[in-house]
């Protein structure tokens, strides 16, 4: 019964804006970080950004510092990713992923993830 359903993605001009969600259901999500990333055609998935469970501390790629902020709706069991100033280089699949406690930039650290969902940036 463990899902991660991201939502949000699609095409946007450069400059421009998007957020991306992250539900989660099945699993006690106050006791994982949970985690947003990428990958773009060609490369290696890498992390985006990550919030954890306990304190709600916060990580970012520097790619995407001062672009991006996550935050974490524990009431809904929701994650965002709020996705602003976007350039074509953000083009990619996004997929949020959970773990226990806290971040971590290792992929296969990550228990459970969701389907993915592409953010297109396009002019």
């Known amino acids: 019964q463990v899902q991660l359903v991201e939502s949000g993605g699609g095409l946007v001009q450069p400059g421009g804006s998007l957020t991306l969600s992250c539900a989660a259901s099945g699993f006690t999500f106050d006791d994982y970080a949970i985690g947003w990333f990428r990958q773009a055609p060609g490369k290696e998935r890498e992390l985006v950004s990550c919030?954890?469970?306990?304190?709600?501390?916060?990580r970012y790629a520097e790619s995407v510092m001062d672009r991006f902020h996550i935050s974490r709706d524990k009431a809904k069991n929701t994650v965002y990713l709020q996705m602003s100033t976007l350039k074509p280089e953000d083009t990619a699949d996004y997929s949020c992923?959970?773990?226990?406690?806290?971040?971590?930039?290792?992929?296969?650290?990550?228990?459970?993830w969701g389907q993915g969902t592409q953010v297109t940036v396009s002019s």
């Open positions: 919030v954890s469970s306990r304190d709600g501390s916060t």
């Open positions: 992923a959970a773990r226990r406690t806290y971040c971590g930039w290792n992929q296969d650290w990550y228990d459970y």
